[in-house]
């Protein structure tokens, strides 16, 4: 089967999860939007399915099933395809660690939308810069240091074990694009989490991801989930 | 098996939609730290499972199994207990509907807190004001029509079918608690949205759930993730 991957083209954003996933495992998939007229065919594609009606992108096409929510299109991919372990322990593990990581990017994205994601960013500027300060002085160091502990306990990968989950694919993924978005602080916190960023390194050093970061598949980051925004970022 | 579950006392937050699935099923537990030190006890609980430690309640322990967000909890009850359809896509389309549930909650949360937390209430009362504007506005029709679109297509309930799933119940915690947040502006809601207050409707009179609600198990909402300020309400 090949998959139809629904997402905004443009930025990276959460459809990059799905897509580091499908990358990795070597599973045919389509990018459906980013081919021509891709998101006038999304908005209509997205209407065509009363039963299964996706909240919003990402969403994947899997033959008869129609998967909304990042972290339930993951599911899905781990289970048909072994990127998570198959015990009712491991499942779960991996499913609440790819929750939370989807936790830490919603706020990764409130910090330049803090009031409203249908306002411009410099309609909300101040408020954006509360809410960076926080996130940076508070929440960065709750959540890398959260993954840090289980990586210092458990060894290279998040659910212990030889071989990535999928969670590891997007714990790279929220890295990357807090290395992005925010180079000063993560600088500092490098220090004090380098399991994480270990982590991040081994991923981006996978084989099996090699043809994919060089190749245009890959989003570049711009104005998306994770921004760059100097005044947001401090040491 | 009596399950163990762990929340903060005094609000029903997060915690409410792992106890409606629990009481809503019958299913023995023990609502651990509302027992005598029982915040002390969770803190404490919280770093004796270096194995799986959760970020942040509520998390459920079911013998060996300790299991933290929300969604998963529910994932995990509902395939243990018959709370979910137990075909692939109707496991799925219910867990995606309760990951939809969740984001709404956390955006719930932040109409009262947009900037940080670990800041009160008055200290972002400023921020808060626009973000609730906008919750009211563009989040509550866009939120409460999709779902309201579901049940239209199929029935009374979500995932069809003649009972109600976790995700009807978790659907009723959050119309419950945006009624005691937002009245002014769920009663202009409720004409627009009818089949989604009707299931709120449903679901408070549930046989399972007579008792639960009329007893002290049931927590009083306040200063919790849904709160009513008069000043973020409006028609």
Chains 1, 2 share one sequence.
Not at 4 to 13: F, R
Not at 168 to 197: E, W
């Amino acid at each position: 089967m090949v998959y139809d991957l629904w997402y905004w083209t443009g930025i990276p954003g959460r459809g990059e999860f799905v897509r580091l996933a499908l990358e990795a495992a070597g599973l045919p998939y389509r990018d459906r939007a980013r081919e021509k007229n891709g998101e006038d065919a999304m908005l209509r594609d997205m209407r065509a399915h009363p039963q299964f009606p996706p909240f919003a992108p990402p969403y994947l096409v899997a033959g008869d099933l129609v998967i909304a929510q990042t972290a339930n299109i993951l599911l899905y991919l781990g289970e048909q395809h072994g990127l998570a372990p198959d015990d009712v322990a491991g499942r779960l593990w991996v499913n609440q660690l790819q929750l939370t990581i989807a936790d830490m990017v919603t706020e990764a994205h409130d910090t330049h939308h803090p009031v409203a994601s249908g306002l411009y960013y410099e309609d909300q500027q101040e408020e954006a810069q509360r809410r960076a300060d926080d996130f940076r002085n508070a929440r960065m160091p709750k959540f890398l240091g959260y993954f840090d502990a289980i990586l210092a306990a458990r060894g290279e990968w998040l659910a212990g074990g030889k071989r990535w989950t999928y969670a590891d694919l997007s714990l790279f993924g929220l890295v990357d694009g807090l290395l992005y978005a925010f180079p000063k602080r993560m600088a500092t916190l490098a220090r004090q989490y380098p399991h994480v960023f270990a982590l991040h390194e081994r991923i981006a050093a996978l084989a099996e991801l090699q043809d994919y970061q060089r190749s245009d598949r890959r989003v570049a980051y711009g104005d998306g989930i994770f921004r760059h925004y100097r005044e947001l970022d401090a040491a």
